[in-house]
Antibody
Framework: EVQLVESGGGLVKPGGSLRLSCAAS????????MSWVRQAPGKGLEWVGR??????????EYTVPVKGRFTISRDDSKSTLYLEMNSLKTEDTGVYYC??????????????WGQGTLVTVSS | DIQMTQSPSSLSASVGDRVTITCRAS??????LAWLQQKPGKAPKSLIY???TFQGGVPSKFSGSGSGTDFTLTISSLQPEDFATYYC?????????FGQGTKLEIK
């Protein structure tokens, strides 16, 4: 079964740090371009950033509000994606989802989503 | 960034109705569009990708169409479990962007 499972969310004070993880299974993680998406309470979905596969350079891209504060990385040996969040602000509060497009045999199909992990930034 | 304008932002309908939600891209995105369903407190669930291809296990009551800049999601014969928020997502050009969502409510 194709699955993404996030963990690591919690309550943190403004200016603090948090590291989220996303464990993948059921597909070839090392080939996947992985992304983080977030959703503030009562709001819509926002793309946070992505990391390419190692084959494609393992480069990263971020949305402007998080650039310089958030870092996306991956450990293909553990099939795990990470989101390191520093200098957290109250506006970073929300549910964080990892996602990827399921690709196999040279074709790509639908988007897979984890269940999300809640990050609350508050004093 | 490509802007995705989704309409309506909310929609009230009855069980058994057929509804249509639209998404317009600020520039052409070919067919690189997905439709997602989200219920309160739950993760998004993919319904359709590549504008018109069903996600496995999704009922055929959901259908998508369009290419370029204009896309539609049609849900036929609404059932209670279909009342949720729907989002479009363009993945043609990074940064990928979402529509603002359509909240489908029971009349």
């Amino acid at each position: 079964e194709v699955q993404l499972v996030e963990s690591g969310g919690g309550l943190v004070k403004p200016g603090g740090s948090l590291r989220l993880s996303c464990a993948a299974s059921g597909f070839t993680f090392s080939n996947a371009w992985m992304s983080w998406v977030r959703q503030a309470p009562g709001k819509g979905l926002e793309w946070v950033g992505r990391v390419r596969s190692k084959t494609d350079g393992e480069t990263t891209e971020y949305t402007v509000p998080v650039k310089g504060r958030f870092t996306i990385s991956r450990d293909d040996s553990k099939s795990t994606l990470y989101l390191e969040m520093n200098s957290l602000k109250t506006e970073d509060t929300g549910v964080y989802y990892c996602t990827t497009r399921y690709c196999t045999g040279g074709s790509c199909y639908s988007w897979i989503w984890g269940q999300g992990t809640l990050v609350t930034v508050s004093s | 960034d490509i802007q995705m304008t989704q309409s309506p932002s909310s929609l009230s309908a009855s069980v058994g109705d057929r509804v249509t939600i639209t998404c317009r891209a600020s520039q052409g995105i070919s067919n690189s569009l997905a439709w997602l369903q989200q219920k309160p407190g739950k993760a998004p669930k993919s319904l359709i990708y590549d504008a018109s291809t069903f996600q496995g296990g999704v009922p055929s009551k959901f259908s998508g169409s369009g290419s370029g800049t204009d896309f539609t999601l049609t849900i036929s014969s609404l059932q209670p479990e279909d009342f949720a928020t729907y989002y479009c997502l363009q993945y043609n050009t990074y940064p990928y962007t979402f529509g603002q969502g359509t909240k489908l409510e029971i009349k």
